[in-house]
C-alpha cells in the first residue's frame, strides 16, 4: 500500500477537522510559535456495531478501510458500561495510529436499539472491493466522504430518546463516520517552552481554550492524555412535526494531546508504550456528552 496515499487522506481530514476545530488551531499556532513541531499521535473515529442489508456498519467496516491502507490490528479494548468496544491500528510507516470504537446496538434496550436501526436504515456503505478501487485509483474526494454521515438526517425526537440513552450513540447518529478527535502528540512538539502534557495543557487554558480538569493516566502507565472540551455546531436533524430539516446545537469534536512514556512491558525489556488504556478512552469519551 503506497503510504503517501494515506498520509494525503488524513491530511485531508486533518484540515477539514481543524476547519472546524478551533481549539486544534490555538494548539498547532501555539506551537509553531515556539518553533515545534505538529504530529498526530492518533485519529478517533466512532461507530455502530450492526448491520443493515448484510453491510456492518461498525468497526468491521471502518477498520477494513484502515486495513486497505495498510493499518493492522494492534490491540482492543472493552467499555462494558457504556457498552462500546474498540480497537486500535498500527501502520509500519511513521503514520498516525488509528483508534476505532463501536456501540453495541444490541446491548441496548429494544426501543433505542429500534429507533437507532431505523435512523441507519438509508446507510450508503461501500464494499471492500470498491474501496479497494477508490485507493488503487488514489480517489482522496471519495475515500475522504466515508468519514461523513452516511445517512439521512435523524428525527430530532430521536436523537433526543437515544441521547438519554446513550449520548455516544446520538453523537453517531448526527455525526456519522466523521474524526471524532485528533490527538497532539506532546513527545514530538520539540519544543522546551512546552516539554510535557501539563505544561501544554496550562498554556492552552491560558489561551482561552476550555480544558479537561485531569489529565487521565500516569507516567508509569506509559500513556497520560487529556483535551480540550469538544466545541459546538449547527447539525441537521428532521422536525418531527412538519418533517422538515432544521439546525440545532450539539457537540462536535475535541482535540486530544497524548503523552506517551517508556514503561517495562516485561521483565528486562523496556520500550515506548504504543497502546491505549481503556480508563483512559472511557473517561475522554465523555468529553461529547451534551451539556
Known amino acids: ?40 499521535d492518533h485519529i478517533a473515529f466512532r461507530s455502530l456495531r450492526l448491520s443493515i442489508d448484510g453491510k456492518n456498519l461498525g468497526i468491521n467496516y471502518l477498520g477494513a478501510i484502515a486495513e486497505a491502507l495498510g493499518y493492522e490490528v494492534a490491540g482492543e479494548y472493552t467499555f462494558p458500561e457504556t457498552k462500546l468496544y474498540a480497537r486500535h491500528y498500527q501502520h509500519s510507516d511513521d503514520l498516525p495510529k488509528l483508534f476505532i470504537s463501536e456501540l453495541i446496538v444490541e446491548e441496548l434496550p429494544d426501543a433505542i436499539a429500534s429507533l437507532i436501526y431505523n435512523t441507519v436504515s438509508s446507510a ?14 488514489s480517489d482522496i474526494e471519495t475515500i475522504a466522504q466515508i468519514y461523513t454521515r452516511p445517512w439521512l438526517p435523524p428525527k430530532l425526537s ?15 447518529l448526527l ?3 466523521a474524526v471524532n478527535h485528533f490527538t497532539g502528540y506532546i513527545n514530538s512538539q520539540n519544543t522546551p517552552q512546552y516539554p510535557d502534557i501539563e505544561n501544554t495543557a496550562s498554556a492552552l487554558s491560558k489561551l482561552g481554550v476550555p480544558m479537561k480538569a485531569e489529565i487521565e493516566g500516569s507516567k508509569s502507565s506509559g500513556l497520560r492524555q487529556t483535551a ?11 422536525e418531527d412535526s412538519s418533517n422538515q430539516v ?6 462536535y469534536a475535541y482535540y486530544e494531546l497524548a503523552e506517551r512514556s517508556i514503561v517495562e512491558l516485561e521483565p ?3 520500550m515506548l508504550f504504543n497502546g491505549f488504556k481503556g480508563n483512559n478512552a472511557q473517561n475522554l469519551f465523555e468529553m461529547t456528552r451534551k451539556s
Open 268 to 270: 528486562g525489556k523496556k
Open 246 to 251: 432544521i439546525q440545532i446545537p450539539w457537540t
Open 228 to 238: 480540550t472540551f469538544a466545541i459546538n455546531e449547527m447539525v441537521s436533524v428532521v
Open 158 to 172: 430521536i436523537v433526543e430518546k437515544v441521547n438519554a440513552a446513550t449520548q455516544y450513540g446520538a453523537w453517531v
Open 124 to 137: 450508503s456503505i461501500l464494499e471492500r472491493s470498491q474501496i479497494d478501487k477508490l485507493i488503487a485509483a
Open 1 to 40: 500500500m503506497n503510504s503517501q496515499f494515506t498520509r494525503q487522506l488524513w491530511d485531508r481530514l486533518w484540515q477539514n477537522y481543524i476547519a472546524r476545530v478551533t481549539y486544534a488551531q490555538t494548539y498547532q499556532q501555539m506551537i509553531l510559535n515556539a518553533g515545534g513541531t505538529i504530529a498526530n
Open 175 to 177: 455525526h456519522g463516520y
